[in-house]
């Protein structure tokens, strides 16, 4: 091949590369404006629940009443309400409410914290460990982790030792010192021997 041969030879690659090149260039100029168009699209699809996005692993929440009590609210999980953000769902919730050395610990099936009123609604198969000889069920409990005041409209059954008491609703100040049992009020006390 002369030299004549090969410039020709390479003009003619030269004329195929100046006619490939621009139209390559505009092919992915294409697919890029093509992605962000798509990018776009996809950004602006509608965003997963907002209850997916708000569920808690293991949620903790804790704190410290005026006078010093301390409280520890914890769950296996959490959901917070998309409605109301003050209000979390907690399944298998337990509180532990210390005041000095005396604890109480309550647990239940679910339950729903409300950060802005500082309440704990307990529903479910409640159970209250006093850290004393007493034991307390319910089906629902309230409790205002600022005071550790209790209440309950769905039963109570307490027992400590041979002595029981049951009734329909109860409210119980912050110390447990004071406890008022209304409606279907019954007890079984004994006599020590």
């Known amino acids: 091949m002369t030299d004549a041969d090969r410039r020709a030879h390479r003009l003619v690659q030269v004329r195929r590369l100046r ?10 100029l294409l697919i890029c404006l093509l992605q962000v168009v798509v990018g776009g699209f996809s950004s602006s699809a509608p965003e997963t629940d907002g209850a997916e996005a708000a569920k808690m692993l293991s949620p903790r929440f804790s704190g410290r009443a005026p006078d010093g009590r301390r ?10 309400n998309e409605a109301d953000l003050a209000q979390i769902q907690i399944a298998t919730p337990v509180l532990t409410l210390q005041d000095g050395a005396r604890t109480q610990r309550m647990t239940a ?5 409300d950060e802005a009123a500082h309440t704990l609604r307990l529903v479910g198969e409640v159970k209250i460990d006093t850290g004393g000889q007493a ?3 319910a089906q629902e409990v309230v409790i205002d982790t600022r005071t550790g005041a209790i209440s309950g409209q769905k039963g109570l059954r307490a027992q400590a030792g041979p002595r029981q008491v049951e009734a ?3 409210t119980a100040d912050e110390d447990g010192e004071r406890i008022i049992l209304k409606g279907g009020v019954r007890g079984r006390l004994e006599a020590p021997r």
């Open 135 to 137: 034991q307390l069920s």
């Open 168 to 170: 329909e609703s109860f």
């Open 71 to 80: 409280f520890a609210i914890t769950g296996e999980s959490g959901v917070r």
């Open 19 to 28: 006619r490939i090149l621009p139209i390559a260039a505009i092919a992915l």
């Open 109 to 113: 099936l679910s339950g729903t914290y």
